[in-house]
């Protein structure tokens, strides 16, 4: 099994237009296809722990861990 990250743009309820992005990580087996079909669920359970946001949107992306890595910049020495 690999990672998935299911990425759902998420709206404030008392102001519609603020919206940012959640992302929810688990083991899958299936494809990112696959993933955005079973993603009602984990969303449900996410909005119900998070009552004040409405979910929008979503899509499935294979986590990239040297992206978070590189969007750091380069390591300094002191």
Excluded at 49 to 68: G, Q, T
Aim: hydrophobic content about 40%; proline content about 9%.
């Amino acid at each position: 099994m690999n990672l998935i990250d299911l990425i759902v743009t998420v709206c404030a309820i008392a102001s519609p237009t603020t919206c940012e992005e959640a992302h929810l990580q688990f083991a899958w087996s299936g494809s990112q296809q696959q993933c955005v079909m079973a993603a009602p669920p984990y969303i449900a359970q996410w909005i119900g722990e998070h009552p004040k946001w409405n979910a929008v949107r979503w899509r499935c992306e294979y986590p990239h861990p040297r992206d978070k890595a590189d969007a750091r910049g380069p390591a300094r020495v002191a």
